[in-house]
């Protein structure tokens, strides 16, 4: 009897997701886990410093997956170790928070999900305080939340792999290998190395679009397009004192969906570091002259712009009002995911060649399904994934819909927020400059997307409540709209 070979290109929490459930439900198999690293993307989701756990979704699916590996991440032995519970608090439009609450009661959770006012938010929790709520009345809490550690549940998870048998290969796949039937083979590494397999399985997150592109230029059946996008969002840290470590024992993980620039603070973990991360997400399109189509990669840098950095900033002091603007932001990076154009997965054999499956499509909200995915992997490549469900995540869908949760793609591009002079990055296009004034003045200067100062000029606003101005003319209001526009799908 032939031997099954899995190849999983990819060692994110798809890939090694899927080598975990493998390892543990198919006896005598070869299961080959390829990266191009040591052990993972140094600039994708799945390598990070702490990932939200929640179980909002509006859509039906993805709330009882969520709801079943929240269970998990609490009270498996093996991944309950990475888990801490937290508060989760929303703030910003609330009409799906709302449906989800009633969607919630209706299959039975009781868990103390509610809405607060903004009085009694303040109240809950001094440290937010400062925060620009602009004219809420309210925000929704879920006292039954989480987080856990991403870089350490991923690297854990690696080792139990190799326990039970996974093999490494540090390698990048440049190609796909194809027969003259047009099926896979395996793949081809950049070093020209041959590795074969029964199973082949793309793992590789926001690099899957290239790789299938220069794979088969000419196949129809695998171009790309805006089916499947390297989507990339910003993140930024700051060290804690001990004395602020102890001061924020009580935050809770904030998703502040207001104002021009979305974003998200999470508790500091163990060692001190606190995780702000941005909503507001971009693409890095292309034309791919081989196959004559227009995609999104990540680019061939983890440069930092300027406009990204203030932006991270812009969220910090968002949050937590002038506190939040004292910070030193110790380091930032760009996060690349691939994102569905409708924002749900792909999980799913490749109609056009046999042997070939997708396991993609994290879309910037997959990380907390860490537990389960690889079941659900296991289970489309077993054929017996749930019907409505291979329906759902099939790379021949229709991608017009989107889930209900995350619907929005990234409106940004990478060019666009960038500086073309070839510095460092700050003389960056798009960015908004300030320059604080006595009392409650602040002088702006708004600059455009091609670097240039606006026609609107310089002009005094003044502040006005919790993150609110008043005073600014209508040229540029419009200006603000085209620079900070964007937000988008939520990286959690």
């Given at each position: 009897?032939?031997?099954k070979?899995?190849?999983?290109?990819g060692?994110?929490?798809?890939g090694?997701?899927?080598?975990?459930?493998?390892?543990k439900t198919?006896p005598?198999?070869?299961i080959?886990?390829?990266?191009?690293?040591t052990?993972?993307?140094?600039?994708?989701p799945?390598?990070d410093?702490?990932?939200i756990i929640r179980v909002?979704?509006?859509?039906?699916t993805?709330l009882?997956?969520?709801i079943?590996?929240?269970k998990?991440?609490?009270?498996?032995?093996f991944?309950?170790?990475?888990?801490?519970?937290a508060?989760k608090l929303?703030?910003?439009?609330?009409?799906?928070?709302?449906?989800?609450?009633?969607?919630?009661?209706e299959?039975g959770?009781t868990d103390?999900?509610?809405?607060?006012?903004?009085k009694?938010?303040?109240?809950r929790?001094p440290?937010?305080?400062?925060m620009?709520?602009?004219?809420?009345?309210e925000t929704?809490l879920?006292?039954?939340?989480?987080?856990?550690?991403?870089?350490k549940?991923?690297?854990r998870?690696?080792?139990e792999?190799?326990?039970?048998g996974?093999?490494q290969?540090?390698?990048?796949?440049?190609?796909i290998?194809?027969?003259?039937l047009?099926?896979c083979?395996g793949?081809l590494?950049?070093?020209?190395?041959v590795?074969?397999a029964?199973?082949?399985i793309?793992?590789?997150?926001?690099?899957?679009?290239k790789?299938?592109?220069d794979?088969?230029?000419?196949?129809?059946?695998?171009?790309?397009?805006?089916?499947?996008?390297?989507?990339?969002?910003v993140?930024?840290?700051v060290?804690l004192?001990?004395e602020?470590?102890?001061?924020?024992?009580?935050l809770?993980?904030?998703?502040?969906?207001?104002g021009p620039i979305?974003g998200?603070?999470l508790?500091?973990?163990?060692?001190?570091?606190?995780?702000?991360?941005?909503e507001?997400?971009?693409l890095?399109?292309?034309?791919?002259?081989?196959?004559q189509?227009?995609?999104?990669?990540?680019?061939?840098?983890?440069?930092?712009?300027?406009?990204?950095?203030?932006?991270?900033?812009?969220?910090?002091s968002?949050?937590?009002?002038?506190?939040?603007?004292?910070w030193?932001?110790?380091?930032?990076r760009?996060c690349?995911d691939a994102?569905?154009?409708d924002?749900s997965?792909?999980i799913?054999?490749?109609?056009a060649?046999?042997?070939l499956?997708?396991?993609?499509?994290?879309?910037?909200?997959?990380w907390k399904?860490?537990?389960?995915?690889?079941?659900l992997?296991?289970?489309?490549?077993h054929?017996?994934l749930d019907?409505?469900?291979?329906k759902?995540?099939?790379?021949?869908r229709?991608?017009?819909?989107?889930n209900g949760?995350?619907?929005k793609?990234?409106?940004?591009?990478?060019?666009?927020?960038?500086?073309?002079?070839?510095?460092d990055?700050?003389g960056v296009r798009?960015?908004?400059?300030?320059?604080?004034?006595?009392?409650?003045?602040?002088?702006e200067?708004?600059?455009?997307?091609?670097?240039?100062?606006l026609?609107?000029?310089?002009?005094?606003?003044?502040?006005?409540?919790?993150?609110?101005w008043?005073?600014v003319?209508?040229?540029?209001?419009?200006?603000l709209?085209?620079?900070?526009?964007g937000?988008?799908?939520?990286c959690?």
């Open positions: 009897m032939e031997i070979v899995f190849l999983i290109v060692r994110g929490v798809w090694v997701s899927t080598a975990y459930h493998l390892a198919v005598r198999c070869r080959i886990l390829m990266e191009k690293s052990w993972a993307d140094q600039c994708g799945s390598v410093v702490n990932k909002e979704y509006e859509d039906p993805y009882q997956l969520a079943r590996a929240q998990v991440w609490r009270e498996d032995t991944w309950s170790q990475f888990y801490h519970a508060e929303t703030v910003g439009e609330l009409e799906s928070q709302k449906r989800i609450y009633a969607q919630m009661r299959i959770i103390d999900a509610c809405f607060l006012s903004i009694e938010t303040k109240q929790y440290k937010l305080k400062g620009a709520y602009h004219d809420l009345k929704y879920n006292p039954n939340s989480g987080w856990a550690d991403g870089t549940a991923l690297k998870t690696i080792d792999c190799v326990k039970l996974v093999e290969v540090h390698a990048t796949a440049s190609r290998l194809f027969n003259d047009g099926d083979l793949v590494t950049d070093e020209g190395e590795v074969t029964t199973h082949t793309i793992a590789a997150g926001a690099s899957t679009p790789l299938l592109a794979s088969a230029p000419g196949r129809k059946g695998f171009r790309v397009e805006d089916r499947l996008m390297a989507s990339g969002c993140e930024a840290v060290k004192t001990a602020q470590h102890n001061s924020m024992n009580s809770p993980i904030t998703i502040h969906d207001i979305y998200e603070v508790p500091p973990n163990h060692d001190g570091y606190l995780k702000f991360a941005s507001s997400t971009f890095n399109s292309i034309h791919h002259p081989e196959s189509q227009r995609i999104s990669i990540p680019p061939a840098t983890d440069q930092v712009p300027m406009s990204m950095k203030q932006e991270s900033r812009r969220i910090c968002d949050i937590f009002g002038t506190e939040g603007r004292d030193d932001l110790e380091s930032y760009i690349w994102f569905a154009h924002g997965w792909i799913s054999p490749l109609p060649a046999q042997n499956y997708l396991a993609t499509g994290g879309s910037f909200h997959s399904f860490f537990p389960i995915l690889g079941e992997v296991c289970a489309m490549l054929g017996t019907a409505e469900m291979q759902k995540w099939h790379w021949e229709d991608m017009c819909v989107g949760d995350v619907d793609k990234p409106e940004r591009e990478w060019r666009d927020l960038v500086d073309k002079s070839g510095d990055g700050d798009g960015e908004k400059k300030e320059t604080r004034m006595d009392g409650d003045w602040v002088e200067r708004w600059v455009g997307f091609d670097g240039r100062k026609d609107s000029g310089e002009s005094k606003l003044q502040r006005c409540g919790e993150g609110r008043e005073g003319v209508e040229e540029q209001r419009r200006n709209t085209l620079v900070e526009s937000a988008g799908a939520c959690v």
